[in-house]
T-cell receptor, first 112, second 111 residues
């Protein structure tokens, strides 16, 4: 059974803080994704990575960066958090050659 | 790029009735169409998917139909139960890393 684990379920941060969201998967998947989920907008792709140290911008990368130093871990970084980044953040992973994505439980981030 | 539209945004049905959620997509090269269910406070989970070489797929009370010509696909849930209450997302993909999701449908099944 694929397990995608996000380190925090809830986070509260101040405007201007640097924020790290961590995601770990245990199925040796090559691909990992970060999405943002907002009511009425569905899931929007922020960044994805298809290999260690490789990354590609998604639809809404502004204000975010990512890091993938190890295959199992994909981090989302908010360099200077802003209130409009208050949202639910979902991590997912998939195997190369398969379109099926497996999701983590999400991190609900509030930026005050 | 791909654009996926999903309707309705909310759906309320009586237990035992059927529920239908519809999605349209814009990219004719899309060939994989999954449906995810997200219960309150939980992760989205894949419940059924269909590929473009198939017109319909069924798994117990849920089924998905695909009309490639019209570029739309639908989720059908029969004999709904209260535990079917959740947010459902459709998505479309070319089979690579480029998956686009619909905005979601909040289904409420009233006992």
């Amino acid at each position: 059974d694929v397990k995608v684990t996000q380190s925090s379920r809830y986070l509260v941060k101040r405007t201007g803080e640097k924020v790290f969201l961590e995601c770990v998967q245990d199925m040796d998947h090559e691909n990992m994704f970060w999405y943002r989920q907002d009511p009425g907008l569905g899931l929007r792709l922020i960044y994805f990575s298809y290999d260690v140290k490789m990354k590609e911008k998604g639809d809404i990368p502004e204000g975010y960066s990512v890091s993938r130093e190890k295959k199992e871990r994909f981090s989302l970084i908010l360099e200077s958090a802003s209130t409009n980044q208050t949202s639910m953040y979902l991590c997912a992973s998939s195997q190369t050659g398969s379109p099926i994505q497996y999701f983590g439980a999400g991190t609900r981030l509030s930026v005050l | 790029g791909e654009n996926v539209e999903q309707h309705p945004s909310t759906l309320s049905v009586q237990e035992g009735d059927s529920a239908v959620i519809k999605c349209t997509y814009s990219d004719s090269a899309s060939n994989y169409f999954p449906w995810y269910k997200q219960e309150l406070g939980k992760r989205p989970q894949l419940i059924i998917d269909i590929r473009s070489n198939v017109g319909e797929k069924k798994d117990q009370r849920i089924a998905v139909t695909l009309n490639k010509t019209a570029k739309h696909f639908s989720l059908h849930i029969t004999e709904t139960q209260p535990e079917d209450s959740a947010v459902y997302f459709c998505a479309a993909s070319r089979g690579n890393n480029d998956m686009r999701f619909g905005a979601g449908t909040r289904l409420t099944v009233k006992p």
